[in-house]
């Protein structure tokens, strides 16, 4: 599979409906990444846990949202956690509960429920323009909410943190930037260039100076979507500006080593970046 992160679409039309195409998440796994790889898929179990999907309130209306805490939990550490481009599917979910597990609040908001649902496409090339049409203030301002509604649920609003994988990965950084609340983000292969739009104005490499929060990037060295030189520019730059955050390359690692349900699984290095995921929380105060 190519590399889903890497979108070269530019948007005819700038957003301006405000009816939400998707109002409930989709179950299962995306029909994109169909057939799942089940002999390394890991699935999580959500006892012991309040896990399920909510609604999240937006200024024109209600993003649905998958999320997973420890049951009759309060004051926690809060996660959001930020789709792959395939949208909030079982992966995703997943993902959720492993952070549960551990003591989070983790919540995932459906980022594209205004543009369309992407987890009925077979093919990434149809995907593709939808996700194009999602603005990153949009996005921002989802993220903003979910954060509130956490807080609001059982979670910390002083130990927050954020984690995304692909397209999410991206939006980690952006994120971090974005809300100065945050103590710590870990973004997954997520791309750190490109080239601006009227919805994507901006990129992490462009946000640097704005990071308080630290972020831990996770890079494969064989992402064909994500040429290693731009991720040199991008450690390159946080170490001029003497930011807290780092950059982790896996030797030999593709694109989507963490997805465990498809063939670019690397569990050595899914594995590790996972313990230095929680390690990197704890250490930057989010536990």
């Not at 399920?52 to 209306?61: A, L, Q, R």
């Not at 997805?259 to 594995?271: L, N």
Request: glycine content about 10%.
């Amino acid at each position: 599979m190519r590399n889903p992160d890497f979108i070269n679409f530019e948007p005819k039309t700038s957003f301006t409906r405000r009816e939400f195409v998707m109002t409930t998440l989709a179950t299962g796994f995306a029909a994109a990444v169909q057939p799942v790889a089940a002999s390394t898929q890991i699935t999580t179990d959500a006892k012991g846990l309040e896990a399920g999907e909510v609604k999240i309130p937006v200024k024109d209306g209600t993003v649905p949202a998958y999320r997973a805490m420890p049951a009759g939990g309060k004051h926690l550490p809060t996660v959001l956690v930020v789709q792959e481009i395939f949208g909030v599917h079982e992966h995703i979910k997943d993902v959720c509960r492993r952070l549960a597990k551990q003591g989070y609040l983790a919540i995932a908001p459906e980022l594209y429920a205004r543009q369309g649902d992407v987890s009925k496409l077979t093919d990434i090339d149809q995907i593709r323009p939808i996700v194009a049409k999602v603005p990153d203030a949009q996005v921002m301002g989802d993220l903003d909410a979910a954060a509130a509604w956490a807080a609001a649920h059982g979670g910390d609003p002083a130990r927050l943190a954020v984690t995304g994988f692909c397209w999410g990965g991206r939006i980690t950084w952006l994120y971090t930037a974005h809300n100065h609340k945050v103590k710590a983000g870990v973004a997954w292969y997520g791309r750190l260039v490109g080239t601006p739009s009227e919805l994507t104005p901006k990129n992490p490499i462009d946000l640097v100076d704005q990071l308080d929060g630290a972020v831990l990037g996770l890079y494969g060295g064989a992402d064909a979507g994500i040429p290693l030189d731009t991720v040199e520019r991008m450690r390159t730059a946080l170490k001029a500006a003497h930011k807290k955050s780092e950059i982790h390359v896996y030797e030999g690692a593709p694109h989507g080593f963490h997805a465990d349900y498809r063939p670019s699984y690397r569990k050595e290095a899914a594995e590790d970046g996972w313990k230095r995921l929680l390690a990197w929380f704890r250490s930057h105060g989010v536990a």
